[in-house]
C-alpha cells in the first residue's frame, strides 16, 4: 500500500507574527531617519540598511517612501504594533464608554498627551515635507480630514450625554476640540515655555470651559 506523503505544516501565526516584527524594525528605522536627515533627504534604500533588511523587503510592505510615512503616522497615533485605526484603541474605547463626561474629557486629555508625544515629532517631518512634495501634501491634509473625524467622534459622545452647552451644535463642538487640541495649539505653548503639565491642565480646562455648561472644578 503506497505511502501517504505528509505535507509540512505552516504556523501561520508564526509568520505573521514575524512580519509584524520586521514592519515594526522597518517603521522604527524610518522614524530615526526621517527625525534626523528629514523626510526629502532619506531615500528607501537608506531606511532598509537602518533596519537591516533588503530594499525590496521596505517595498514589499509599504510600496513607496509616502507609504513608510503613512504607516508611521498610523503606527505613532495608535501606539500599537500594527496601526490599527485610533478608535479601536484602548484609551478611546475607554473615553467612549465613560458615562460621565467630565471625566470622559479627562480621560481623552490623558489619552491625547500620549498621542502626541509620539507623533507630533513626525507630523512636523510631514507639515515640511508637504510644502515641496504635493503628494504629502495630500496625505497631510488626509489625516487632518482623518482627525477631525475622529474628534467628532468624541463630540458626538458629549451630545448623546446631554453635556454640551446650550446653542452649541455637535458640528461646532468637533471644529472646537479640533482646533483647541491641535498639536500646533500644543507647540505654540510649549514653545512659549509653559511645562507639559500646565499646558495638560490648560487643556482639559479650556475644553470644557467651550464645551460645557460649567466649568470643570
Request: aromatic share 6%; charged share 25%; net charge positive.
Amino acid at each position: 500500500m503506497p505511502s501517504r506523503k505528509r505535507t509540512r505544516s505552516y504556523d501561520a501565526s508564526g509568520r505573521q507574527q514575524r512580519a509584524l516584527e520586521n514592519q515594526e524594525k522597518m517603521l522604527e528605522a524610518a522614524r530615526r531617519l526621517f527625525s534626523t536627515r528629514g523626510y526629502q533627504e532619506t531615500r528607501v534604500e537608506d531606511i532598509a540598511a537602518e533596519a537591516g533588511v533588503a530594499a525590496p523587503t521596505v517595498y514589499a510592505s509599504f510600496q513607496s517612501k509616502r507609504g513608510i510615512l503613512h504607516a508611521l503616522m498610523k503606527r505613532l497615533t495608535s501606539g500599537v504594533p500594527g496601526g490599527p485605526p485610533l478608535l479601536d484603541t484602548s484609551g478611546p474605547r475607554q473615553v467612549n464608554a465613560e458615562p460621565d463626561p467630565r471625566r470622559a474629557l479627562k480621560l481623552f486629555v490623558e489619552h491625547l498627551m500620549g498621542v502626541q508625544e509620539r507623533a507630533i515629532p513626525i507630523y512636523e517631518v510631514m507639515k515640511h515635507a508637504a510644502r515641496v512634495d504635493p503628494e504629502i501634501a495630500d496625505l497631510l491634509a488626509g489625516m487632518q480630514q482623518h482627525r477631525f473625524s475622529n474628534l467628532s467622534t468624541l463630540a458626538r459622545r458629549f451630545g448623546q450625554l446631554g453635556a454640551l452647552r446650550a446653542g452649541l451644535s455637535v458640528d461646532d463642538a468637533s471644529h472646537t476640540l479640533w482646533a483647541i487640541a491641535s498639536p500646533e495649539v500644543r507647540q505654540l505653548l510649549l514653545g512659549a515655555g509653559w511645562p507639559i503639565d500646565r499646558y495638560r491642565d490648560w487643556l482639559e480646562d479650556t475644553l470644557a470651559a467651550a464645551l460645557f455648561a460649567t466649568r470643570r472644578r
